[in-house]
Structures are given as C-alpha cells and as structure tokens.
C-alpha cells in the first residue's frame, strides 16, 4: 500500500508537506476524537488504517455553511481508503476491530499547547454504539456548542 506520493497531491491542487508521522493502536470499542490542533500550529492530515478496522469521522470547525457538518467512511487494512483531513476539521474515529492500527502524517509537528478536540458526542453524529472506550481526556474535551471556532 502506498500511502502518500507527493506529486498525485499536485496533481490534484493539495498542497501538502509531511512534516511527522505517527501511529495508534486500539482494540475494539475505542472511540478516538474528536482531535485537532488550533492556529499556528493547525494541520492537514493524511489517515489510513493499516491493519482491522474502524469508522472514521469528520468534523469541520471552520467558520461558514459547513460549520458543524460531519462525514464518516469505513477504512480498513483491506480496503486501502485514505483520508485528507484539511486545517480546521476535526479527525475521530471508532474501532471495529481488536489490533487496528492507524496511521498519521501530518502537515505540522504536534505541538501540545495547541491540542485540542470536540466532545465526541457532542454534536449529532450517531456512532452506532452507547458505551464505548473513550480516553479520560476525549471524555472531558468542550461540546461542540460550548467551542469557539479559531478557524
């Protein structure tokens, strides 16, 4: 699986430089998100799924029409799908298989004081599951109508 090649993003008008790349890896059950990082340091995101599954879920915080819309598509380690996420959308994602593992490239270095993320049942999305494993730190992110969108 090729996962990124500079010059069909071209090709396609995307500007897009990797600056890190990372990877996660979540039983089933984990629900990840909803995830971002504010200006200066806001990022594009290229994310896959390497191995098992999972519902990956879009939130645009970007101020305009599409503010709060979301989108969601299942990727997997056998379909090969990957996902842009541009500056100002939020990135989450529910686990549907033990072992998944995803991979990151990002635009920018993660920087830590500008982290932040969206309440992950916050803002009308139904994920199909009631009680999933939600990190201490997902479960305490702001909901989508207490944030203020620096986007």
Known sequence: MKTFHAETFAQLGVDFEVREEFYTTSCKGVLRGMHFQ???????????????RVL??????????????SAAVELSGDNCYEIYVPKGVAH??????????????????????????IRWNSFGFDWGVDDPIVSRRDAEHPSLTDFVSPF
């Open 38 to 52: 504010i200006p200066p340091h806001h990022h594009d995101k290229l994310v896959c799924c390497m191995r098992g």
């Open 56 to 69: 990956d879920v879009l939130l645009d915080l970007r101020a305009g029409a599409g503010y709060g819309a």
């Open 92 to 117: 989450g994602f529910l686990s549907l298989a033990d072992d998944t593992l995803m991979l990151y490239k990002t635009s920018t270095i993660h920087a830590p004081s500008a982290d932040r993320g």
